[in-house]
T-cell receptor, first 116, second 115 residues
Framework: GAVVSQHPSRVICKSGTSVKIECRSL??????MFWYRQFPKQSLMLMAT?????????EQGVEKDKFLINHASLTLSTLTVTSAHPEDSSFYIC????????????FGSGTRLTVV | AQTVTQSQPEMSVQEAETVTLSCTYD???????LFWYKQPPSRQMILVIR??????QNATENRFSVNFQKAAKSFSLKISDSQLGDTAMYFC????????????FGQGTTLQVKP
């Protein structure tokens, strides 16, 4: 089946630094990928839609300059949390939608970001 | 705008018994997809079952089945012969043609299967 690899699984960074999270579709092409944020025991909150070769579409209230998204190829999207602060600590999940077939969604295993 | 509502924050069931998780949604569209996802303690999102709105037959995947009531905009998940490994958070999700591919998730239901 379709597999999405997300790295790193855990990261601890100092306040003020930047962190990059990678989301890679291993065996399929994905023109569209999605980035979510999830707080403990809560639902997934969509942050942005990542489109290969074009700018990401951010949801209302999400800071574009803080959460930089790049989708440079059909198999890779990256989320960079810039100038991270403790309030950015969260669980981040990516999802990739297959370009053909049944257009199913496959999720990465998530990244737990802790900003100290 | 479409919304998805899961009104049961937490549920529990004895091992081997049957449990039903509720989900309602609101949309004015006629063709759409509905999903149930499972998120175990590992936090990996796993697709449990999917239903196309144009199909009248309820989807089934082994011990998991849905009761899709299009007119009532209801999409419940039935888990039969519950197993300890079914302990997880379950999310109902909606995707319609106007969503540009985005999934709209419900609030989630935490299911505890007790031995």
């Amino acid at each position: 089946g379709a597999v999405v690899s997300q790295h790193p699984s855990r990261v601890i960074c100092k306040s003020g630094t930047s962190v990059k999270i990678e989301c890679r579709s291993l065996d399929f092409q994905a023109t569209t990928m999605f980035w979510y944020r999830q707080f403990p025991k809560q639902s997934l909150m969509l942050m942005a839609t990542s489109n290969e070769g074009s700018k990401a579409t951010y949801e209302q209230g999400v800071e574009k300059d803080k959460f930089l998204i790049n989708h440079a190829s059909l198999t890779l999207s990256t989320l960079t949390v810039t100038s991270a602060h403790p309030e950015d600590s969260s669980f981040y999940i990516c999802s990739a939608r297959e370009d053909r077939g049944d257009y199913g969604y496959t999720f990465g295993s998530g990244t737990r970001l802790t900003v100290v | 705008a479409q919304t998805v509502t899961q009104s049961q924050p937490e549920m529990s069931v004895q091992e081997a018994e049957t449990v039903t998780l509720s989900c309602t949604y609101d949309t004015s569209e006629n063709n759409y997809y509905l999903f149930w996802y499972k998120q175990p303690p590992s936090r990996q999102m796993i697709l449990v079952i999917r239903q196309e709105a144009y199909k009248q037959q309820n989807a089934t995947e082994n011990r998991f089945s849905v009761n899709f009531q299009k007119a009532a905009k209801s999409f419940s998940l039935k888990i039969s012969d519950s197993q300890l490994g079914d302990t997880a958070m379950y999310f109902c999700a909606f995707m319609g043609p106007s969503n540009t591919g985005k999934l709209i998730f419900g609030q989630g239901t935490t299911l505890q299967v007790k031995p």
